[in-house]
DNA sequence: CGAAGATACATACCGTCGGTATGTTCGTGT
DNA sequence: ACACGAACATACCGACGGTATGTATCTTCG
């Protein structure tokens, strides 16, 4: 049976708008002022709500940085997938590691995914998360170069991670480039030619 | 004239004596549980002095760390330098990623290192003292096999970007892998096809 | 040699922040 | 209609980073 809504909003579509505002506000602060220097009654202040409200759907400041992450690694991950969707996987490939490397330089990912994930999360959990997106994409797109015999049969796992810390810092060094459009053009092609490098 | 010591300590003594226990405590700490998670009471209960003294030799728990972050640095930059003296510029450059990554692997310099450096400090900074360790000597092996003809003319920045950061990730990945000397072969023989790419 | 100043610390205290316990409002199922 | 629980707000606590100030010890120089 349908309750009839007295009031313009329902509670869960406040609570939905409430996160939402909260996770927002959240990012944006945390990319602008890094983790450490940002504090929980600036996020609360912003969104609008008081700490309760935060306390209430979040066990603490850590957990409102992890669901910040888990949104941007989603975002992250969506764009890498629609980057070339109708390609052979060899050009799937390298234009998803474009599209990574343009992404990752955008200030709002970069400091939250790549500088204060691991410290504030630890490790290991940056890692878990990163498995599920944008490293998962690279594995996958290795695994099918390989069993197409585009690349030799070779343990995926120590090439997955050499690469994508490769991406990681030259991302992080492109966001500083004075030129980086230019600097970006000779980090495709030198990441291209390492790539052609487990073809042979 | 020299002066007479009527204590068993002068006081550049003490003042060096007492830097080095703080420093030492302060990395030990920092290794274990991580910048967030060490109060100064720690560290100076550690190292048997107050917060008085700690406050009188650096500006607060951030120079405390980059003080640590810079004898790490060191360190892994002299076991570098020493780990190929003498051969040619190109298995130098091998056995210098090999080192690296080793060294990298123990707890107690990734978690300083890798892991917590660019977020407390911020990326600038990290990179700043890795330009003058670890990166420098990438940076000059690769500069030196350019000019000896070994490898072609090209922008290096780029290339020692994507390696530093290919060796960062790589060695955070081997402290935690299962069988870490397998690993590390693998991910060795991959970095060295990565390096030959860039050879012809 | 000894007073003056600098150096190396210790003690006490403050503001802020993350976190919690409790109170209040209001939608919702029965 | 009403009771219950979810969605907040308010008030408060302990801990931590940082600072101001006091004190003992070494060094310097007339």
């Given at each position: 049976?349908e309750?009839?809504q007295?009031?313009t909003r329902?509670?869960a579509?406040q609570?939905?708008?409430?996160?939402r505002?909260?996770?927002?506000e959240?990012?944006?602060l945390?990319?602008t002022r890094?983790y450490a220097?940002?504090?929980?009654?600036?996020?609360?202040?912003a969104a609008?709500?008081?700490k309760g409200?935060?306390?209430h759907?979040?066990?603490?400041k850590?957990?409102?940085?992890?669901?910040?992450?888990?949104?941007v690694?989603?975002?992250?991950g969506e764009?890498?997938?629609?980057s070339?969707?109708?390609?052979?996987a060899?050009?799937?490939?390298?234009?998803?590691?474009?599209t990574?490397?343009?992404a990752?330089?955008e200030?709002n990912i970069?400091?939250?995914?790549?500088?204060?994930?691991?410290?504030?999360l630890?490790?290991g959990?940056?890692?878990?998360l990163?498995?599920?997106?944008?490293m998962q994409?690279?594995?996958?797109?290795l695994?099918?170069?390989?069993?197409?015999g585009t690349?030799?049969?070779?343990?995926?796992l120590?090439?997955v991670?050499l690469l994508?810390?490769?991406?990681?810092?030259?991302?992080?060094?492109?966001?500083?480039?004075a030129n980086?459009?230019h600097d970006l053009a000779?980090?495709m092609?030198?990441?291209?030619?390492m790539?052609e490098s487990?073809r042979r």
């Open positions: 049976m309750s009839r007295r009031s329902t509670k579509q609570r939905e708008q409430t996160i505002t909260l996770v927002g959240a990012r944006s945390f990319a890094g220097h940002v504090s929980l009654a600036d996020i609360v202040q609008g709500v008081t409200a935060l306390y759907h979040f066990t603490g850590e957990d409102v940085f992890r669901a910040v992450l888990e949104q690694h989603q975002e992250v764009r890498i997938a629609a070339a969707p109708t390609s052979d060899w050009t799937q490939l390298l234009s998803g590691c474009r990574f490397l343009t990752s330089t200030p970069q400091q939250i995914m790549l500088i204060d994930a691991p410290s504030v630890g490790w959990v940056w890692r878990e990163d498995a599920t997106t944008s994409h690279l594995q996958e797109a695994q099918v170069l390989i069993d197409d690349i030799p049969d070779q343990p995926v120590p090439v991670h994508s810390g490769a991406m990681n810092e030259a991302a992080l060094w492109l966001a500083r480039s980086r459009e000779h980090t092609t030198a990441l291209e030619r790539l487990l």
